[in-house]
């Protein structure tokens, strides 16, 4: 699995639940700007971040 993937698959799940990239960037404590990366692929995601956002969705 690659970082589109992975970027694909969070931005399915922030969706199902109704939040904005900003009320989950709030939530795992990042900038909006990391979270539109992060759901594009743009950017390595860290497995502390990960983790974070795995409990959040």
């Known amino acids: 699995m690659n970082y589109y993937e992975i970027g694909h698959r969070i931005r399915k799940y922030r969706k199902a639940l109704n939040l904005t990239q900003e009320q989950l960037a709030y939530k795992v404590?990042?900038?909006?700007?990391?979270?539109?990366?992060?759901?594009?692929g743009n950017t390595k995601l860290s497995l502390p971040l990960l983790?974070?956002?795995a409990k959040e969705l």
Do not use: A, F, M
């Not at 404590?29 to 594009?40: L, R």
């Open 29 to 40: 404590e990042i900038s909006t700007t990391h979270i539109s990366h992060v759901e594009s």
């Open 51 to 53: 983790v974070k956002l």
